[in-house]
């Protein structure tokens, strides 16, 4: 019975392994991963100085906020985060994980639904499903978006134009501006030069914040 077990632990992470080198994961993949490891990327215990960062760049480049929303909102530690530091009370988020999703729900009260980013990024005519914030985050889940994912946002030159016209889908989906958030030393570079053909600017370094002004 112990065997079986750890060798299904195993597969579960085998599996989201494998995914996310080569493509993506699916939301099963997802679901199976966070059931069996709640805080799988351990944000509660790896410091709060992205959230800081996060909240300071909206703090300093945006202004009032009076509602923030989240594209992978996972359990919703970081938009609660930032909400609570920003004192924002009406909050909205979206994930491909259900479990992620109800996770989110428990944590924080606020407007909550599955959703494949990769639906706007096949149709960026198309909305996102929840309310229209001030502020949208868009942190760390890029590489699970577009035909190959994590290798579409390492190589800038890679689905070049539907990348851009996904980065103006996302524009019109806030009332002020999309954070941009990747720090990983692969992607940050290549997303944030995209973010600026898109119209936007760096805010800050250390964890990849670029800032997206809202289509008006
Ligand atoms: C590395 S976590 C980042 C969570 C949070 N945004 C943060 O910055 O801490 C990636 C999140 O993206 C979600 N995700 C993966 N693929 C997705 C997709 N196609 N559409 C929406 N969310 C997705 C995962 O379920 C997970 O919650």
């Given at each position: 019975m112990a065997n079986a077990s750890l060798l299904n632990v195993a597969l579960t992470r085998a599996s989201y392994a494998v995914s996310t080198a080569l493509a993506k994961p699916s939301a099963a993949i997802l679901d199976n991963l966070f059931a069996a490891y709640p805080d799988y990327y351990r944000m509660r215990i790896n410091g709060d100085e992205r959230m800081a960062a996060i909240a300071d760049a909206i703090r300093s480049e945006v202004g009032t906020c009076d509602s923030l929303g989240d594209v992978s909102v996972y359990e919703g530690y970081v938009l609660g985060w930032v909400a609570r530091e920003l004192g924002v009370e009406t909050v909205s988020g979206c994930d491909l994980s259900g479990v992620a999703v109800e996770r989110a729900?428990?944590?924080?009260?606020?407007?909550?639904?599955?959703?494949?980013?990769?639906?706007?990024?096949?149709?960026?005519?198309?909305?996102?499903?929840?309310?229209?914030?001030?502020?949208?985050?868009?942190?760390?889940?890029?590489?699970?978006?577009g035909p190959l994912a994590n290798l579409?946002?390492?190589?800038?030159?890679?689905?070049?134009?539907?990348?851009?016209?996904?980065?103006?889908?996302?524009?019109?989906?806030?009332?002020?501006?999309?954070?941009?958030?990747?720090?990983?030393?692969?992607?940050?570079?290549?997303?944030?030069?995209?973010?600026?053909?898109?119209g936007g600017h760096k805010v800050e370094d250390r964890w990849g914040i670029w800032l997206l002004p809202a289509a008006t």
């Open positions: 729900r428990a944590y924080l009260p606020g407007t909550y639904t599955t959703f494949d980013l990769n639906d706007l990024y096949k149709d960026p005519t198309s909305n996102l499903p929840i309310p229209k914030p001030d502020v949208l985050l868009v942190c760390e889940c890029l590489y699970y978006i579409t946002w390492r190589q800038t030159w890679l689905f070049r134009e539907a990348k851009l016209a996904f980065l103006q889908a996302l524009r019109r989906q806030a009332n002020k501006a999309i954070i941009v958030q990747h720090f990983g030393k692969g992607q940050k570079e290549s997303i944030g030069e995209l973010v600026v053909a898109a």
